[in-house]
């Protein structure tokens, strides 16, 4: 057995709905974001900054592009004998075969894993935010005050504070009520589900719990240990921190990248954000490039013109293409003459020559208009969009296109293109 003050569990399982296209074939965790980064490099940079060196990687939907982004650990500085970084899914024992069912369950399934290293603290974090956050002096916090658990809380906007849990906590931090997405908050300072736990109280709590259904941190454990001993803290945390769960939130995220002086800067050097970089061909300019304010990836071909956008690491921006408020990600292709405006592109999409995205006047789209709300095209990846075609706004494409999938050669706002197999 070897011994940690404080492991980690990342738990990056999670499906991402809402984000759409973007996420039908990959976890949320592993959408790219800001030109070159994963989302879960984000928690993982945290904690190789933080002094935390032993991360277990809880893993379920689509897991094979984090498994390979991933891998032993070694951008992060995590390949380690003792400790390091370590993938968990959900794995068939003599009694059980089950898929994760719920936060708190993913973790009670590794009760093996956090007992080998018999931790005195467990940091539990998600795997789909971004933010930079020293989670040593969350420790020293929950130390000083002598927690059974501290969560980490952000004040949010009044009418935003029901799609959270939130607190109630008293003048010294001491949480006297904990709502989890209330419909009527009686508070604003919303849990972030960042979590330190005394390891005994966590060990005590999952297995008191183990057979509720679909056992979660907010809703089931957190009222399990305030009922029992009323020991817990929020943390306040002040910094940038970003839900990027919808297609809105994300196309902002990576906007606000780019800004003059932006919010979240990913250029520090004293906390820098590792990622995995399989590109080492450098990044080139047409000579009849035009750029303006954006983050281009490396290896990246630009030949056209780019104004305020993110461009992924090798993605190609042809001759005369024009691409504005966009996101294009990693290896996907802008073709010759074709305008982008206003759009979410996703890894190795092609698109043709002489097509224009964002076109028209936003409609609601009649598909799926929870997720789809906004005045932006997101097309999935590997998706293929032929020659000369126009698409309206609060559209989605996913799947390989002909231009016989557009009627006159357009897809109207408000309109979708799922093919077979990738619904």
Known sequence: MIKKEMIAMLLAGGQGSRLGVLTANVAKPAVMFG?????????????????????GVLTQYRHLRLNTHIGIGIPWDLDRINGGVT???????????????????SVYQNLEFMDHYNPDYVLILGGDHVYK??????LDYHKKKGADVTIACIPVPWEEASRFGVAVADEDGNIRNFEEKPAHPSSNLASMGIYIFNYKVLRE???????????????????????KTHN???????????????LSAYWQANMELISIIPEFNLYEEFWKVYTRNDIIRPLYFGDKA????????????IRGTVENSVIGSGAV????????????????????????????????????AKCHLGVGKFARNEYNPKVYNADLVTIAEDSVIPDGVSIGKNTAISGIT??????????????????????
């Open 133 to 138: 956050m020293d989670y040593e002096m969350m």
């Open 402 to 423: 002909t231009i016989d999938d557009y009627k006159d050669g357009l897809l109207a706002s408000g309109q979708v293109i799922i093919k077979a197999g990738d619904r």
């Open 87 to 105: 993938l968990l899914p959900p794995y068939e024992t003599s009694s059980t075969s089950d898929w994760y069912s719920g936060t708190a369950n």
């Open 205 to 227: 709590a999952l297995i008191a719990l183990k057979d509720q259904p679909g056992c979660d941190f907010g809703m089931h454990v957190i009222p399990y240990i305030q009922e």
């Open 317 to 352: 921006i042809e001759d005369g293409a024009i691409v504005r408020d966009s996101i294009v990600m990693e290896n996907a292709v802008i073709g010759k003459d074709t305008v982008v405006d206003k759009s979410i592109i996703a890894e190795s999409v092609h698109v043709g």
């Open 290 to 301: 035009d750029v303006d304010t954006c983050i281009i990836g490396d290896g990246a071909e």
């Open 35 to 55: 030109g070159k980064y994963r989302i879960i490099d984000f928690p993982l940079s945290n904690c190789i900054n933080s002094g935390v060196d032993t991360v």
């Open 232 to 246: 817990i803290y929020a943390y306040e945390f002040n910094g940038y921190w970003k839900d990027v769960g919808t």
